[in-house]
């Protein structure tokens, strides 16, 4: 199969992941489950014969997967879609996996992405986190929070992304989108310059390690909303992630900077439905007095319980979204306790 024979199956398909691995056949992954194709088994000859393709179609040099042994990047094909690709060796080999990126902003009702997220973009300055995963959704939901601010108001929005998922048209607002290593040598220098952009909106792809982390802090107090991203699984965990990173005789200050700065972490996974469709779970922390104080004093856990209490505000735990999964039957037993954070009150709660 040729790499538009492969691309053209998958998106006919509906699948999310493509697989080219020796000595299986090209899998499509769908709805979760692995789809083996009937084409034989791919050897790695012709495995490099698609990924010298992928290569050619995307005009890119292979400089990096030569020193690296992988490499992690974007391409686009006209009328069929967009691509994210990874190309890695394995038992001496070169394989890849592809995630399969629909053209166009994704309609947010349609993923089950709640109101109470998409309306942390309607703030006009802080830190806003999406948390997950990888692979978890976070890309998607950013993209869509993006697309409500492009359609909403006037701003210069800024993009760093490794590599780029969506590609955003300019709307009302201005969207500069910048791929890290290609536009720029990485996330720290892109959001350095970004600063001298005129920038409203920042979208920061992940806050990785202190450099950035520091940077992005710094930033969101110039009066810009940036979003940015961790691999977290609550709320409470993401702010002590931020603050860990942070030397102890700086971390008091860092909690009084997030105490103000931060207007909502969006906590998010994927579960299977009874259906065996995936479908995306939220916990979401808000802004408020009560919130600020927990975080300004340290008292990080007691924030599931703040959430709990105001619902009314927007908020909801992890668990408190996947009992209401369960109850309207849309999730099993199985899959609640699999997924939640407390497990043991969940089985005191559902049972065994």
């Not at 702010?239 to 906590?267: E, H, M, T, W, Y």
């Amino acid at each position: 199969m040729t790499l538009h024979e492969i691309l053209t199956a998958a998106t006919l398909k509906g699948a999310s992941d493509i697989f080219l691995i020796p000595g299986i056949p090209v899998t499509y992954k769908i709805k979760g489950t692995q789809d083996r194709q009937d084409s034989g088994i791919m050897k790695p000859d012709l495995i490099n014969a698609v990924i010298k393709e992928i290569y050619e179609v995307s005009k890119r040099s292979t400089a990096n997967l030569d020193n690296c042994n992988d490499d992690d990047f974007s391409f686009s094909i006209r009328d069929l879609g967009r691509f994210r690709v990874n190309i890695f060796r394995q038992r001496g080999s070169l394989a890849a996996v592809i995630r399969v990126i629909r053209f166009g902003i994704p309609d947010p009702v349609a993923l089950g992405i709640p109101e109470n997220v998409l309306s942390l973009a309607d703030n006009r300055t802080g830190l806003v986190l999406v948390t997950g995963a990888a692979g978890s959704g976070k890309s998607t939901t950013l993209a869509c929070m993006i697309d409500r601010i492009n359609k909403s108001r006037e701003a210069h929005i800024i993009t760093m992304e490794d590599p780029i998922e969506y590609l955003h048209s300019h709307g009302k607002s201005i969207v500069s989108q910048r791929e890290i290593f290609i536009d720029t040598p990485g996330y720290l220098e892109s959001l350095r310059s970004a600063l001298r952009e005129s920038p409203d909106v920042i979208l920061l792809g992940e806050m990785r390690d202190f450099d950035t982390i520091s940077s992005a802090i710094t930033a969101a107090e110039t009066g810009v909303l940036l979003f940015s991203t961790l691999h977290t699984s609550s709320a409470d965990n993401t702010i002590n992630r931020i603050v860990d990173v942070f030397p102890a005789n700086q971390q008091v200050q860092v909690r009084s900077q997030l105490a103000q700065l931060i207007k909502g972490v969006v906590c998010q996974q994927l579960v299977t439905s009874v259906d065996g469709t995936l479908i995306p779970v939220f916990e979401v922390m808000k802004s408020s007095p009560a919130i600020h104080n927990m975080i300004r004093e340290g008292k990080l856990h007691q924030l599931e319980s703040a959430m709990q209490a105001a619902s009314a505000e927007g908020m909801v735990t992890m668990d408190t979204s996947l009992i209401e999964l369960y109850q309207k039957g849309r999730i099993t037993k199985d899959t609640l306790l699999t997924h939640c954070n407390n497990y043991e009150f969940m089985v005191k709660r559902v049972g065994r």
